[in-house]
Nanobody, 115 residues
Framework: QVYLRESGGGSVQPGGSARLSCAASADFLCLGWWRQAPTKERERVATLRRDGRTNVADSVKGRFTIFYDNTTDTLNLGMSGLKPGDTAMYYC????????????WGQGTQVTVSP
């Protein structure tokens, strides 16, 4: 069983920055961040493979960065230039085979971007 626990998020003003973190084992193959806004389908934000390859959604490219911190064993999502459209519940997820949908999910953390 894989346990994932997100932290960070909260309320941010447009144009602001935030960081999400997810406690995750260093022994991973694929980790990623997804988000889901009310009335919308869940969408992939960014994924990270163990070999360092990343895949970032076009909607956040240039504004969001995904990385793993080996000193704290956490998956992180650095977010800047936040827009109201980024408002969503953000989920950390992991899959041992990099298959979509990912197998293991955290409980989610809310990010709200508003004036």
């Amino acid at each position: 069983q894989v346990y994932l626990r997100e932290s960070g998020g909260g309320s941010v003003q447009p144009g602001g920055s935030a960081r999400l973190s997810c406690a995750a084992s260093a022994d991973f193959l694929c980790l990623g961040w997804w988000r889901q806004a009310p009335t919308k389908e869940r969408e992939r934000v960014a994924t990270l493979r163990r070999d360092g390859r990343t895949n970032v959604a076009d909607s956040v490219k240039g504004r969001f960065t995904i990385f793993y911190d080996n000193t704290t064993d956490t998956l992180n999502l650095g977010m800047s230039g936040l827009k109201p459209g980024d408002t969503a519940m953000y989920y950390c997820a992991e899959d041992p085979n990099c298959l979509v949908p990912y197998q293991f999910w955290g409980q989610g953390t809310q990010v709200t971007v508003s004036p």
